[in-house]
């Protein structure tokens, strides 16, 4: 799903932090993040992520440049089976939403037509060492 008009850019301290989470299940839930993002980006644009460790939590935004989610839509994208895509099954936001859920977390959208959309996560957090 790559396009190479898209710049990427991650934003994170260096500091270490320690979530308790599944990382098969995130990472799962992160790429479909990034794969509807570049799908709502087919002439190019600018995918950034940020990574903000807080006192008892982990925020993580994931905000794009593409299409936008009409205002109609924004309460209806993480229900499973609403979708607008011609092949989509509806199942990925979905599934985005149980996971964050499943990590006692919470996500959030925020979007505009024509300006792009962000997604904010919100995990709890361990700091370590």
Same mark, same amino acid.
């Given at each position: %799903?790559? #396009?190479?008009?898209? #710049?990427? &850019?991650?934003? !994170?301290?260096?500091?270490?932090?320690?979530?308790?989470?599944?990382?098969?299940? =995130?990472? !799962? %839930? @992160? @790429? #479909?993040?990034?794969?509807?993002?570049?799908?709502?980006?087919? +002439?190019?644009?600018?995918?950034?992520?940020?990574?903000?460790?807080?006192?008892?939590?982990?925020?993580?935004?994931?905000?794009? &440049?593409? $299409?936008?989610?009409?205002? +109609?839509?924004? !309460?209806?994208?993480? !229900?499973?089976? =609403?979708?607008?895509?011609? &092949?989509? #099954? /509806?199942?990925?936001? %979905?599934?985005?939403?149980? $996971?964050?859920?499943?990590?006692?977390?919470?996500?959030? $959208?925020?979007? %505009? $037509?024509?300006?792009?959309?962000?997604?904010?996560?919100?995990?709890?957090?361990?700091? /370590? +060492?």
């Amino acid at each position: %799903a790559w #396009n190479s008009k898209i #710049n990427f &850019t991650v934003q !994170s301290l260096p500091t270490p932090y320690f979530v308790p989470l599944d990382p098969q299940l =995130f990472k !799962s %839930a @992160l @790429l #479909n993040l990034f794969v509807n993002a570049i799908q709502a980006m087919p +002439e190019g644009g600018n995918l950034f992520v940020s990574i903000q460790p807080e006192p008892t939590w982990v925020t993580i935004r994931i905000q794009d &440049t593409g $299409v936008g989610i009409p205002e +109609e839509n924004l !309460s209806k994208i993480f !229900s499973p089976f =609403f979708t607008t895509k011609e &092949t989509g #099954n /509806g199942l990925g936001l %979905a599934e985005v939403h149980k $996971v964050i859920q499943a990590h006692h977390g919470w996500i959030e $959208v925020q979007s %505009a $037509v024509g300006q792009g959309t962000t997604f904010t996560i919100k995990i709890p957090l361990k700091l /370590g +060492e």
